[in-house]
């Protein structure tokens, strides 16, 4: 008997029963016997905790089987990457977070041997100094820290890899992580994750990939300049230690990451052209876990459900607005400072999410209007003047300034923790985060924290913690390119988060992806020229 591959929509799986359960009911929906099924395999996974008394998962399946009347056959996404035969200059991708782990992936599968640059360290060498850091025994390394080395700033965050936006090749991009040691859940998650213990671990098997196909990675080497005759790219000059390397180079994909304020500097001195961007800061808020879960999931849900998550969002008559934004559950705040003398925290958790907090950003919508000053690097200099502004306050030693919830709502400075202990390292300065804050931020926080409350119970407790500035949600500048990805300055290719194209883990690795797929065409035009 001939078989086929169906998808099937809308079944229902208990929370702790195995996908078998799903063959018994794929088999309803087929209108065949359960025995016709040969294979069965999760597409999609759902949490449904709409009715505390019933939380389900509900999935899509992809069943291998006989015939089956009015079914829905499943087609399964192919990425493919041609072989390309060059021998001009090897393209040079700098950076080597998402968007450039993903470009690099993609030119070395293509046989293109590209040249990957990062300011930073290996993962294992940032980890090292990360950790130090936090925990006072090491001084901050403003090339190697939470937003500078291998795998980026989202190696040191929760590793979500779900995304708004649609793009055939994420398949493709969720299928590299699983094959380099993520757990297989982030292949149909409707909210996959890894957890930076983990992704760690990815990070350093794409990096052993990428060689393994020719490509070559120099750590601790950073862009200093982009040179230029006849309007291109015609070579990069490249910091390693006291050290200044040339390196003749035609395809240059900029993957620098949201935090490169030295590389905007840079692209602004040489007339690449950029624009203003709106992006969003605020504050970390920390609640105990355990109350999200009792808020989310009642007060006797059925075991081997997940640390909760959550999202809210608040718009507001006179055009403001905020949101939660990196719910990171079971996790903690952390350091995410990249220049001396500034504070910034993030969010992140390890894959089991077992920690005894829960922390979300809660962020302020901003525009290019709100930007004080109108020079295209605005919103990059309103971020370091926030952060510096924290250290001064917190005390100078990378504290970061706190404030229960309580008290921010009552304007009254907080002098210590309640029953929501803060996870931040390497501590806090209990304050009042209006004094770092411009009031743009602190007057929407006043109304969106009593607004969020009346979907979540747990943002009533006036003991949950926010920590200050979470200042680098996204970037405050666009580099500016054409539908090839291309700048105004021929062979440079502006990509990910920093470029101002991406939002997240799995958009810059798209997007790292799409530009390399437009180098490569690139290469075969002139090939065929």
């Known amino acids: 008997m001939n078989s086929n591959r169906y998808l099937v929509k809308n079944l229902r799986l208990g929370v702790g029963e195995d996908i078998g359960a799903l063959r018994k009911r794929a088999a309803k929906v087929l209108r065949i016997k359960e025995s016709d099924i040969k294979d069965i395999s999760l597409v999609k996974r759902s949490l449904d905790a709409r009715k505390k008394n019933d939380i389900h998962y509900v999935c899509s399946a992809a069943v291998t089987a006989g015939n089956a009347l009015n079914a829905e056959l499943y087609e399964e996404i192919v990425y ?84 708004g936006t649609h793009d055939s090749r994420i398949s493709w ?15 149909y998650d409707a909210k996959p994750h890894i957890g930076t213990d983990i992704l760690c671990r990815v990070v350093k098997s794409i990096r052993e990939d990428i060689i393994s196909n020719g490509g070559e990675i120099l750590f601790n080497s950073k862009l200093e300049s982009i040179n230029i005759q006849n309007g291109s790219v015609c070579s990069v000059t ?43 800061m605020g504050v970390r808020v920390e609640h105990r876990q355990e ?3 009792a808020s989310q999931y009642g007060e006797d849900p059925p075991e081997g459900l997940p640390a909760a998550d959550y999202s809210a969002n608040a718009h507001f008559e006179d055009g403001t607005s905020a949101y939660t934004f990196c719910m990171c559950p079971g996790g903690k705040v952390i350091a995410a400072a990249s220049e001396e003398g500034g504070v910034c925290t993030n969010g992140m958790s390890d894959s089991k999410r077992d920690a005894e907090n829960a922390n979300s950003a809660i962020l302020v919508t901003l525009s290019p209007e709100d930007f004080p000053g109108d020079d295209v690097l605005a919103g990059v200099y309103w971020q370091r ?16 300034p706190a404030q229960k919830v309580g008290d921010f709502l009552e304007n009254t400075a907080s002098t210590g923790p309640g029953r929501v202990r803060p996870s931040y390292e390497p501590g806090v300065y209990w304050g009042d985060i209006r004094q770092v804050l411009p009031a743009r931020i602190t007057e929407v926080l006043e109304k969106a924290i009593p607004e969020f409350s009346k979907r979540l119970a747990f943002f009533r407790d006036p003991d949950a913690v926010l920590t200050c500035p979470e200042a680098r949600s996204s970037s405050p500048v666009r580099i500016l390119r054409d539908e090839n990805c291309e700048s105004g300055l021929k062979g440079l290719y502006p990509c990910g988060e920093g470029a101002g194209y991406a939002g997240g883990i799995t958009s810059a690795a798209v997007d790292g992806m799409r530009c390399a797929e437009k180098v490569i065409l690139s290469l075969l035009r002139e090939k065929d020229v």
């Open 80 to 163: 493919g990457i041609p072989k390309v035969s060059f021998d001009g200059l090897r393209p040079v991708i700098a950076g080597f977070g998402p968007a450039g782990m993903f470009a690099g992936l993609v030119l070395s599968k293509a046989g293109l041997m590209p040249l990957i640059l990062e300011r930073g360290g290996t993962v294992e060498e940032r980890t090292e100094k990360v950790e130090a850091f936090r925990k006072g025994e090491a001084p901050l390394d403003a090339e190697c820290n939470v937003q500078f080395g291998e795998g980026g700033a989202g190696t040191f965050s929760d590793g979500k890899l779900n995304t």
């Open 173 to 187: 991009v969720l299928r590299q992580f699983y094959e380099h040691g993520a757990q297989e859940s982030v292949l």
């Open 238 to 280: 490249v910091s390693r230690g006291d050290e200044k390397i040339g390196i003749p180079c035609e395809k240059l994909i900029l993957a620098t990451g949201h935090s490169s304020r030295d590389t905007f500097e840079m692209l602004k001195s040489k007339n690449v052209p950029m624009a203003r961007k709106g992006f969003s």
């Open 291 to 293: 109350d999200v879960n």
């Open 385 to 400: 003047e926030i952060e510096r502004k924290a250290y001064l306050y917190a005390g100078k030693d990378y504290k970061a």
